[in-house]
């Protein structure tokens, strides 16, 4: 069993900056890559970042690419989402997510674990 706390959210303007943080425990952290994902009011939830066991593999979703960066800390069992110049379309409750086995969980493969989420909002 994995726990995974995220945190980081909060009420920005247009433009602003945030990092999210999802704290990992229970297992050990660098078995697992890990994925973050959204779900805006009234839309389903939605793949946002992969990043690979080691972080020397990453995939973005069009929508966020060149703007978020995701990386992974293994000695703090900790992944984060760096994400700049938001937009209010990014208004959204952020989740990060694993697989039991470990493989990505994207692109067709649900994830086993998820957090409680974050909720970020973006005003214009």
């Known amino acids: 069993q994995v726990q995974l706390v995220e945190s980081g959210g909060g009420l920005v303007q247009a433009g602003d900056s945030l990092r999210l943080s999802c704290a990992a425990s229970g297992h050990t952290f660098s078995r697992y890559s890990m994925t973050w994902f959204r779900q805006a009011p009234g839309k389903e939830r939605e793949f946002v970042a992969h990043v690979s066991r080691t972080g020397g593999g990453t995939t973005y979703a069009d929508s966020v690419k060149g703007r978020f960066t995701i990386s992974r800390d293994n000695a703090k069992n900790t992944v984060y989402l760096q994400m700049n110049s938001l937009k209010p379309e990014d208004t959204a409750i952020y989740y990060c997510?694993?697989?039991?086995?470990?493989?990505?969980?994207?692109?067709?493969?649900?994830?086993?674990?998820w957090g409680q989420g974050t909720q970020v909002t973006v005003s214009s």
């Open positions: 997510a694993c697989r039991a086995d470990g493989a990505a969980a994207y692109n067709g493969r649900d994830p086993d674990y």
